[in-house]
């Protein structure tokens, strides 16, 4: 750590500590004589794949939001390899994680969602997802035989539901989306949503699925998978302040509420899967469960979403 902060104008080091809780990336605190950083090794990304990621950010910094840019070494690069991943420093913003969500918060994702689907349509590199369409094909299939009939019949068959809604709407808008806003990546302080953080699942794909996934993290109850009314109808009256939908993207919006919900059922049962003869390493996985939960409530009521318009 000695060795790579002296190859940054960041003066001298002071501390460092790992940050428990992500999944994806390794993450530590970073404090210097000049203030406090955060390093993040990728653990997912070749070298080659992480630019893309840096330039997203830098184009959302660009237009005045608060996203962590990565800072530039002494030799003019963003993007170094340190213990064969590839490595970042960013500036820590001040604030802090929500402990859970409320209409109020609710209220102001919803506009700054908006205002960020916005800033990313001009955004030139339109990159596929590395979790999209191709990807929950290929894994729903190798998954489905580790899972109850039942629970295989309801993975298949969304996605079976989904391919044909979408093959009759091949236009529906696309913007440079976030792809994984859970309120765990946001800072707030003095109840003002302060940073939007890994962007890490950004990529080209529709609006509505990204406005999808942000409902069911922000909107859901866990327990149930049951959305909750009032912080339901807060995120949407913002959004939609900031941002109309169009006829078609209506009609999209029970499908994108259930393939998003799909979305992150498939990778935790991945992460799961693959962590399952390692307690360490399975006990810092999140519950599959929740988002099983959340599809099943999709599939037996979708809500409206122009009755707030
Ligand atoms: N620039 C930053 N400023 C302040 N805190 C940060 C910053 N970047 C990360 N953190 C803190 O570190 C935590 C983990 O970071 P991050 O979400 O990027 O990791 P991750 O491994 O991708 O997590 P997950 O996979 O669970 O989303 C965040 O929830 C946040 O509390
Ligand atoms: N937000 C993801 C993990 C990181 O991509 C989840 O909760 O499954």
């Known amino acids: 750590m000695r060795a790579l902060v002296a190859d940054y104008y960041l003066g001298e080091l ?9 999944v994806e990336n390794t993450n530590y605190f970073l404090t210097t ?11 997912e990304f070749q070298l080659d794949e992480v630019p893309y990621f840096l330039d997203v950010v830098a184009h959302l910094k660009h237009k005045g ?32 994680e929500l402990k859970g969500t409320d209409e109020i918060s609710c209220r102001l994702m919803g506009e700054a969602l908006a205002k960020l689907h916005i800033a990313g349509e001009d955004f030139p590199v339109h990159r596929d997802s590395h979790r999209g369409v191709a990807w929950w094909h290929k894994t729903s299939k190798a998954i489905a035989e580790e899972l109850e009939p039942a629970q295989a019949q309801l993975l298949l068959s969304q996605i079976a539901e989904f391919d044909a809604f979408i093959a ?52 859901s109850d866990m327990k149930t998978g049951e959305l909750d009314k009032a912080k339901y109808k807060a995120l949407i009256k913002a959004y939609l302040h900031e941002r109309e939908a169009s006829s078609e993207e209506v009609l999209a919006w029970p499908y994108m509420l259930k393939i998003a919900a799909l979305r992150f059922w498939l990778s935790r049962l991945e992460a799961w899967h693959g962590a399952k003869h390692d307690p360490e390493r399975l006990a810092q996985q999140h519950d599959p469960l929740e988002f099983q939960r959340i599809l099943e409530a999709r599939v037996r009521h979708t809500p409206n979403l122009v009755e707030f318009q």
């Open 65 to 96: 939001f608060n996203v962590p840019a990565a800072l530039i070494d002494i030799h003019g690069e963003r993007l170094r390899e340190v213990n064969g991943r590839p490595t970042i420093i960013v500036d820590c913003f001040p604030g802090g």
């Open 14 to 22: 002071i501390s460092f500590q790992g940050i428990s809780g992500g």
């Open 168 to 219: 009759e709407y091949p236009d529906l808008p696309k913007t440079t989306i976030h792809g994984d806003l859970f309120y765990n990546n946001t800072l707030f302080e003095n109840n003002k949503l302060s940073a939007i953080i890994d962007f890490y699942n950004a990529c080209h794909s529709w609006v509505m699925y990204d406005l999808a996934i942000v409902v069911n993290d922000w909107c």
């Open 33 to 43: 004589t000049t203030g406090k950083y955060v390093v993040t090794l990728f653990e």
